[in-house]
């Protein structure tokens, strides 16, 4: 028997083994692959493309692939770009506080006819990260900001469409990005404070939803500051004195009567909605009047978000830093706080277990507020573009 022959017997032998495996059989095999190796497999058959491109897929290997929890998604300041300072994004790695990838941005080079200097990282859910980027100065544009979703580990993004409501660069709106664990889909949430609207972005189906709900009891300005088994976490401000606000995220239903610890936190100089282990806490802070000093509450119950149940909440944490700052960031691991001075210049790491602090470079510039953690998968949404940049230059490498 020739060479050619016994080739082609061993590729129809192959090809029949390779039927008789099911869909299902593929999957489990898949899910125990690394990230890397299933991004080329995709291009192998359709059938393979379709396995690894379902969410339902891409949320299974998410939850079982590895993870390391020091890593962060953080948005560079804009300042001298020959020092890398272009408001730019990148992978920082807590310990030993290093960048470990320049993401570049979430849009391929020449997309705009100008230089874009201010953007904004929204949020980072399942490898997912929402940016808003200001085009205010671009006439053609029809919004005040592009907003685009985007997997930084796949270098692809997606421009969604314009708000539904005007974007009148006299209201002050809040941005949410979460993701719908029911539905597998990826949302942004938009709340207007001037008209106490909002609206809703699904990724699956594309548009924006007007939220048709009375929004009366959200008073004053809100911020959103967490995505967490399918709401969004906001603190409302009205004259120094907070509360909380969550979005469920499949209902699409803003929750608006759950109380916040009982103590002295109004007027605080500054208080925050974060995961702490496996339920929402309220971080208050305040360098100046309470000794440098954080306290941390947890909620007891998660089910006070369905109704029926009145929010009750347990100190667990109430710590002097002892070094002045004006921001707290975290907690990172359930252990790690980043710690800012108001110009963000001078940062402490604060470790809660062993009570210690460490410097914090002050090179790269981190824009405050803008540091979310992140994992990277294989979510990949309809719309998805490839980004396309040239290497970073070689003054930014040198400080990579």
């Not at 421009?159 to 990005?177: E, K, V």
């Not at 500054?270 to 440098?292: E, G, L, M, P, R």
Request: aromatic share 14%; charged share 20%; with cysteine.
């Amino acid at each position: 028997m020739d060479e050619n022959n016994k080739s082609q017997r061993a590729s129809e032998a192959w090809e029949m083994v390779m039927s008789n495996i099911t869909d299902d059989l593929w999957t489990e095999i898949f899910l125990r692959l690394p990230f890397e190796s299933l991004l080329r497999f995709k291009s192998v058959s359709k059938t393979w493309l379709s396995i690894i491109s379902s969410h339902r897929f891409a949320l299974s290997h998410l939850a079982i692939a590895p993870k390391d929890d020091q890593i962060l998604i953080v948005h560079h300041e804009t300042g001298y770009p020959e020092d890398g300072e272009d408001g730019h994004f990148s992978l920082y790695h807590l310990d030993p506080c290093r960048i470990l990838e320049n993401l570049n941005f979430p849009y391929s080079q020449g997309e705009y006819p100008f230089e874009l200097d201010n953007s904004q990282l929204i949020g980072s859910e399942c490898g997912i990260v929402c940016v808003s980027v200001c085009v205010s100065d671009w006439k053609a544009a029809k919004n005040k900001y592009d907003l685009y979703l985007w997997n930084p580990a796949t270098k692809q993004s997606k421009l969604i469409p314009p708000y539904a409501r005007p974007d009148n660069t006299m209201s002050r709106a809040a941005l949410g990005f979460g993701f719908d664990h029911i539905d597998l889909d990826f949302k942004v949430v938009r709340f207007i404070s001037s008209t106490l609207s909002a609206e809703v972005y699904s990724s699956n189906m594309n548009n924006w939803r007007k939220i048709e709900q009375n929004l009366s009891d959200i008073y004053g300005y809100i911020s959103f500051y967490i995505c967490f088994h399918g709401f969004l976490f906001a603190l409302q401000d009205y004259r120094g004195t907070k509360g909380m606000v969550a979005f469920d995220l499949n209902k699409e239903v803003f929750i608006c009567d759950n109380n916040l610890p009982v103590g002295s936190f109004e007027y605080v100089e500054y208080s925050k909605i974060a995961q702490y282990k496996d339920t929402i806490a309220f971080i208050v802070s305040d360098s100046i009047t309470d000794n440098n000093k954080i306290n941390l509450w947890i909620l007891d119950n998660i089910a006070c978000l369905r109704g029926g149940v009145e929010a009750s909440w347990t100190k667990v944490l109430s710590f002097d830093v002892g070094a002045p700052y004006d921001v707290v960031e975290g907690p990172f691991n359930d252990i790690q706080f980043l710690l800012e001075d108001v110009d963000c210049i001078n940062r402490l790491l604060y470790n809660s277990n062993n009570k210690l602090t460490t410097e914090f470079p002050g090179f790269p510039k981190i824009a405050p507020c803008e540091l979310f953690k992140y994992t990277k998968s294989l979510f990949s949404l309809t719309g998805f573009k490839r980004i396309k940049w040239a290497a970073p230059s070689l003054r930014l490498q040198e400080n990579l």
